[in-house]
């Protein structure tokens, strides 16, 4: 990388520990509506190694339900549109804060004209609610690019996100830096050729990021451009 035009946020996990909230609202859905289904932390762990809420559904019934009748696909998204809801009802509560080191990192970059973006597996309503909740602004007015997983055929660990993040930027994608807390997100953002800095989340410490440019233990070792570039050894 000889320049630095673009950083690419990851959402849950990167931007906020949002994880839990994901969790908690999933598990007051399936209570809901009659589902004996209940993810604890270790069972949720596991499933975060499917990318994409109703896809984790779809996996849980399969692998731990395979005995009991199969919810169809338009009845998962159902699902998980009340649980969407449910989701920005938890978050607007006030209980989710930034990480540590993103927002200086956002504002640093702003002033130093290099751009934001986002690259997600999660919804576009769920990124304007952490948004509201953690900057007061719509996510629009935070980021100039918004990819989200609702927009693209494959989620992460497949590269879509990321190259959409890229081709609406408008840029090479090794000018541009990614900001990840998961393998699959990793794995997603190096396959579009971004090259990608970790700091696992509280769901993912312990997986491999060997691919990763960097790996730190949180994103307030680099909360400014200055620290940013040093420890991609740009000038």
């Known amino acids: 990388m000889k320049q630095l035009k673009a950083i690419i946020f990851d959402v849950d996990g990167t931007l906020a520990e949002t994880?839990?909230?994901?969790?908690?609202?999933?598990?007051?859905?399936?209570?809901?509506?009659?589902?004996?289904?209940?993810?604890?932390?270790?069972?949720?762990?596991?499933?975060?190694?499917?990318?994409?809420?109703?896809?984790?559904?779809?996996?849980?019934?399969?692998?731990h339900r395979p005995n009991a009748p199969q919810l169809e696909f338009e009845q998962i998204a159902i699902l998980h549109r009340i649980k969407t809801t449910r989701y920005a009802e938890i978050i607007s509560s006030g209980s989710t804060s930034l990480r540590a080191g993103i927002s200086d990192l956002i504002e640093d970059a702003k002033?130093?004209?290099?751009?934001v973006a986002?690259?997600?597996?999660?919804?576009?309503?769920n990124v304007d609610c952490l948004s509201l909740a953690c900057f007061g602004k719509p996510a629009t007015e935070i980021f100039e690019v918004i990819a989200a997983g609702d927009e693209v055929e494959n989620k992460k660990p497949a590269p879509d996100v990321f190259n959409l993040a890229v081709e609406r930027l408008g840029l090479d994608p090794d000018v541009c830096v990614g900001l990840e807390d998961s393998r699959?997100?990793?794995?997603?953002?190096?396959?579009?050729?971004?090259?990608?800095?970790?700091?696992?989340?509280?769901?993912?410490?312990?997986?491999?990021?060997?691919?990763?440019?960097?790996?730190?233990?949180?994103?307030?070792?680099?909360?400014?451009?200055?620290?940013?570039k040093a420890l991609l050894d740009l000038d």
């Not at 994880?19 to 932390?41: C, M, T, Y």
């Not at 002033?111 to 751009?115: E, S, W």
């Not at 700091?199 to 451009?225: H, M, Q, W």
Request: contains cysteine.
């Open 118 to 125: 986002v690259a997600t597996t999660t919804n576009t309503p």
């Open 111 to 115: 002033a130093q004209g290099i751009r």
């Open 19 to 63: 994880e839990e909230a994901h969790r908690l609202a999933f598990n007051d859905i399936f209570e809901a509506h009659g589902l004996d289904w209940n993810w604890d932390v270790s069972m949720y762990g596991e499933l975060l190694k499917t990318t994409g809420g109703k896809e984790r559904m779809l996996e849980y019934q399969r692998t």
């Open 184 to 228: 699959n997100g990793l794995l997603s953002c190096t396959g579009a050729g971004v090259p990608c800095i970790v700091s696992p989340g509280v769901y993912t410490l312990g997986s491999d990021f060997s691919e990763a440019r960097a790996t730190l233990k949180c994103f307030s070792e680099i909360n400014t451009i200055e620290k940013l």
